[in-house]
């Protein structure tokens, strides 16, 4: 019976060996691709499935964008404090452990936010989930770079951004159809199945790693990021709000840009003078990983900052319904999904420099055509831009992601994946700190510039009010006297309308220098194609 019983062990041992889902098995590597980008796709998700519900959760909850920007802002600010958390957690108690925990939180941040009764409620449901996203993405890319040989890293890297492209397109669409059809709250809780499904396939496929050589974790370094990052942004997004009446100059601005200055010296000093810091900062001094992350800063600042801008464009400009908004971005991901691999492939036998030269300057482009944009602007205007976007990101950000990791090591492929994706973070969350802020101030001095070219004693003023006040009387059945007051409220929401749209405008045109600066570390990145 003894024999038999080790026998039947032995047969299992060796049917175990030749699965699938064996370490050893040479399509192990994928099944972990496909777990980790459905990961991805849920993460990404949320960045992009939120800005076409904005306008109804601000007219749901009745507050302005300098409040609802936090739902945003909040998501990717948790996420930048998890970001580099992560590498150490991972390090510490596994990869495979965490990656599951990071689901979860995702998952129960999501529930949340479908129960949330107002904006605060939102806001803290969102930091859950941000704290769920913050260790699923960059572990994601450290699971992938660990379990491919450099040879096939563009590839896999290629087909990971496929994820995100996915989310980026139809992230929206679905989001729009959710908000015009169901309510806002299912943008949320559509994640729940698939949050659920990525932790079953996370314990079923993935082998557990621990990095037995890691450090004592590093509080004062920890402490000092979450007092830096929530302060400058609060500083940031504060700065021109309307409960600001004391603007920049405020006791309390300055007080917070104090702060973050003094919490962001002493976390630099902190890192590079002990021998287990909480962020590895000392990987920035590899040329290619230095100047990559520099790159991505501008990219994401400028890219993620004026994301939000379209769909408020499109739907309190044009008048586009959610779902109308959310299908505009349906070819960008698609694009960016087929051109990645390609590129990928591409970078890894002759060089990314050249995509990511021509990748960076379409991007460039695309919002230097976004800050054209009128209340007038043809529906193909909008779209060729956005192809443009799609093809500009997929040609780029794979290139980029492969050629600044060439000379890192496989046991600090955990840090540098923390780096490169909190200074992603970091860069959106201060551009939409940022653009969101300057959208404001845009809006408050086009408005007054249009209003003040507007001559109310003018003969021209008086026959075009006359007119819109005639059409009033004739088809409203307005008297005289309410009809011209009708005709002055319609002349001045149209100015408030072109100077809205030109504000936004303006921000797209920020967005275009700002990504435009990135093609000089591009030029000065190294790079060469893969051999290994």
């Known amino acids: 019976m003894s024999k038999i019983t080790t026998a039947h062990k032995l047969r299992r041992k060796l049917r175990n060996r030749d699965s699938a889902f064996h370490p050893r098995h040479d399509n192990y590597k994928w099944f972990v691709l496909g777990n980790i980008m459905l990961g991805t796709f849920m993460a990404v998700l949320d960045s ?269 400009g044009l008048g586009y319904t959610a779902v109308q908004a959310g299908s505009v971005f349906l070819p960008v991901g698609i694009i960016q999904g087929i051109m990645s691999p390609l590129t990928g492939k591409f970078s890894d036998k002759f060089g990314a420099k050249a995509p990511m030269v021509l990748g960076i300057t379409l991007l460039a482009f695309s919002f230097y055509m976004n800050s054209k944009l009128t209340y007038l602007s043809e529906h193909d205007f909008i779209m060729t831009s956005l192809y443009i976007r799609g093809f500009a990101m997929g040609i780029f950000i794979t290139p980029v992601s492969a050629a600044m990791l060439i000379t890192i090591p496989r046991e600090k492929m955990a840090q540098a994946s923390s780096i490169t994706n909190t200074i992603r973070q970091l860069g959106g969350s201060l551009g939409i700190a940022f653009f969101s802020t300057f959208l404001s101030s845009r809006i408050t001095y086009n408005a007054q510039m249009y209003g003040a070219a507007i001559q109310s004693t003018s003969q021209q003023f008086k026959n075009t009010a006359g007119n819109i006040a005639y059409f009033a009387q004739q088809h409203v059945g307005s008297n005289m006297s309410t009809a011209m007051q009708q005709s002055k409220y319609m002349i001045l929401s149209h100015v408030n309308l072109q100077a809205y749209i030109q504000g936004i405008s303006d921000d797209f045109w920020i967005a275009s220098v700002i990504t435009g600066l990135g093609i000089i570390p591009v030029i000065l990145m190294r790079t060469k194609k893969q051999t290994v």
């Open 48 to 316: 992009t499935i939120v800005n076409v519900g904005l306008p109804k959760i601000m007219a749901s909850f009745g507050v302005g964008i300098d409040k609802i920007e936090w739902v945003i802002t909040a998501y990717m600010l948790a996420m930048a404090v998890m970001l580099p958390t992560s590498g150490w957690l991972a390090d510490k108690f596994g990869y495979k452990k965490l990656y599951f925990f990071g689901l979860f939180f995702f998952t129960l941040g999501s529930l949340l936010c479908g129960l949330s009764y107002d904006e605060n409620t939102l806001i803290l449901a969102r930091i859950v989930q941000g704290l769920g996203a913050g260790v699923i993405q960059p572990l994601g890319m450290a699971i992938i770079t660990r379990e491919f040989p450099p040879h096939e890293r563009g590839m896999a890297l290629g087909f990971w951004v496929i994820a995100a492209a996915a989310s980026v397109s139809f992230g929206p669409l679905i989001g729009g159809y959710l908000v015009d059809n169901f309510s806002w709250q299912l943008i949320f809780t559509v994640n729940i199945p698939f949050g659920i499904a990525a932790m079953l396939f996370t314990i079923l496929i993935q082998r557990e790693f621990i990095n037995k050589r890691v450090g004592k974790f590093d509080f004062i370094g920890f402490i000092t990021i979450v007092i830096f990052l929530p302060i400058t942004l609060y500083a940031l997004s504060e700065g021109n709000a309307a409960t600001n009446t004391g603007g920049w100059t405020s006791p309390l601005i300055l007080t917070c840009f104090a702060i973050s200055v003094l919490s962001l010296v002493i976390f630099i000093t902190r890192e590079l003078t002990i021998s287990n810091p909480f962020i590895e900062l000392r990987l920035l001094a590899d040329y290619n990983f230095g100047v990559g992350n520099l790159i991505m800063m501008l990219l994401f600042l400028g890219m993620l900052g004026s994301t939000f801008l379209l769909p408020l464009y499109l739907q309190n």
